[in-house]
């Protein structure tokens, strides 16, 4: 089954962390996923900072400086993993150094129409 | 649901053991619990129905299976004639007809099926009516009425949780050995809770017995991994519960404690068994939840019928049992323990540190414990005070009774 792990931070926890070794550790984690699964498969976004929300509800726009939600913890990034069943997902994502500074989602994609299981 | 003889009891349990075994089977491969059950479901309905009067058949898989296979594809037959099939009742099929093929041996998927359905990822509260219903096959209604849930409701959490199991990946397998010891706790726990529902119930007429269930699931269990101390330290709890349930009502239907119970309604067999399996236990593997309460259990056993003088290693086991679950419910067993050997003065400041803890406050046996602690060292009013609160938080009116008498007891003995 094909997994997207949705990776949330506490961006101040995040930032007090030791960057050199914070860094070092999910580049190790990089490296073993890509080995694991072929491929690296995620992207890491700038904070929530950067983050611009647009609506549009009868006609009108908003476009509002800031994230979806104002919460301690904010998205910030994906990885998709293959994995035989949910605790083989659950295993990348207790791997990720990012289940220590906020929480991770699991979510099964939904396979292509015609693809069984 | 209950037969009055023997031999229809035996043929209802042949009926659900090959029925969660066929479940579990088509379960496993094709991730489709509720699938699976559809499939039997009419099987299994007239297998109850009809064993019990004309006896098990020789094979009762091979039964089951033809049953459901014809049904399946009349099934298949009819909705064909409106759409062009649908691909999950086409699978069913194929995985039954398969079965059939494979004659008398069906793998033994239970265990895998169990811990699919006490999986962290499914809610706690659910685990036990899962297992319940699809390796027992009792009804949403059998189940919704110990655990107090309306049986719609009940009905509507079991379809919910099974889509869970299908859509989130929830895998039928044996967990990888790092994780082993966890979550065989949480089949144990699940299986426990059920235990503990049905132990409160005093038998009504027409409800299956539920923690008849639940001894039946943990059998299951320690027959399916004997290598594993921790499930036949469950079942040795159980069967001590079991062995004295005769002894914890008078005839009048009175509530009576552990240390007046006439200790010869005890069930010997039952005791000898609970014995046997926790020797057992103690044999192999690391120190568990149940073993400890297990061997608290023998320790009482030993003390009610040889006079054999088991405090001390009662307040023992409970420390150990503290250091493996912080529990505050063991801080406050420990404790009651802890007044046969140094009095109720020490007992009452061993729970002081409970005072604070939100859980307890709504904790019937904390109350309990409290006013019996406290009319033991003359504190009358305060006493009076906690047993009204357990009074308040009691449900087993034969308990809440008890509490009332001690509580005028109180009453007579204060000075006026």
Redesign the interface.
């Known amino acids: 089954m094909r997994y997207i792990m949705l990776i949330h931070h506490d961006e101040a926890a995040l930032a007090a962390a030791p960057q050199k070794d914070l860094w070092a550790e999910f580049g190790a984690f990089n490296e073993a996923l890509s080995k694991a699964a072929g491929a690296a498969t995620g992207e890491r976004l700038q904070p929530s900072s950067a983050a611009t929300t647009v609506r549009q509800q009868d006609g009108k726009t908003d476009v509002l400086d800031g994230p979806y939600a104002d919460t301690k913890e904010q998205f910030a990034g994906y990885y998709f993993v293959e994995a035989a069943d949910l605790d083989e997902a659950i295993s990348w994502a207790k791997r990720c150094p990012s289940s220590k500074y906020g929480s991770i989602e699991i979510r099964p994609v939904v396979a292509a129409q015609g693809d069984r299981k | 649901m209950k037969h009055e003889n023997e031999a229809g009891r035996a043929a209802e349990r042949v009926a659900r053991e090959s029925y969660g075994r066929l479940v579990a089977f088509l379960a496993a491969r094709t991730r489709d619990v509720a699938g699976a059950e559809d499939a039997l479901g009419e099987a299994f309905a007239a297998a109850l129905r009809m064993w019990p009067n004309d006896g098990v058949p020789d094979n009762p898989d091979a039964w089951l299976l033809t049953v459901a296979r014809r049904r399946q594809t009349d099934s298949i037959r009819r909705r064909q004639t409106r759409t062009s099939g649908e691909g999950h009742l086409t699978l069913m099929a194929d995985e039954i007809a398969a079965a059939s093929e494979e004659g008398a041996i069906i793998p033994d998927r239970r265990l895998a099926l169990m811990f699919a359905c006490a ?3 499914i809610e706690r509260g659910l685990r036990a009516p899962l297992i319940l219903q699809t390796i027992l096959g009792l009804t949403a209604e059998d189940i919704s009425a110990a655990f107090l849930i309306p049986p719609a409701t009940m009905g509507q959490r079991l379809v919910r949780a099974k889509t869970r199991i299908k ?5 039928f ?1 044996l ?2 050995k790092e ?1 082993l010891g966890e979550r065989v706790q949480a089949v144990l726990d699940a299986i426990y809770a059920a235990y503990a529902k049905g132990w409160n119930e005093i038998g009504e007429a027409g409800v299956p017995d539920i923690a008849d269930e639940a001894i039946w699931l943990a059998r299951l269990v320690v027959s399916l991994m004997p290598a594993e101390p921790e499930p036949k330290g469950m079942l040795a709890l159980m069967y001590y519960a079991e062995a004295r349930r005769a002894a914890r009502r008078s005839p009048q239907g009175a509530y009576v404690p552990l240390e007046e119970q006439d200790t010869s309604l005890w069930d010997d067999s039952q005791i000898h068994l609970a014995e046997s399996l926790l020797s057992g236990a103690n044999a192999g593997g690391p120190t568990g939840r149940y073993q400890l309460e297990a061997a608290i259990q023998s320790a009482h056993v030993a003390r009610r019928l040889g006079g054999a003088p088991t405090w001390p290693a009662i307040v023992q086991l409970y420390d150990h049992l503290y250091a493996l679950t912080r529990s505050p419910v063991v801080i406050l067993n420990r404790a009651v323990a802890l007044a046969e050997l140094e009095g109720p003065a020490a007992a009452l400041d061993a729970i002081a540190p409970l005072t604070a803890d939100k859980r307890m406050q709504s904790y019937q046996p904390y109350w309990a414990a409290r006013g019996h602690l406290l009319a033991q060292t003359g504190r009358a009013a305060d006493a009076h005070e906690a047993f009204t609160v357990a009074i308040g938080l009691t449900t087993d009116d034969a308990v809440k009774t008890y509490l009332m008498h001690k509580r005028d007891a109180l009453d007579g003995a204060r000075p006026s």
Do not use: K, L, T, V
């Open positions: 999986h962290p990822a859509d989130a990946g929830i895998p397998r967990p990888e994780e």
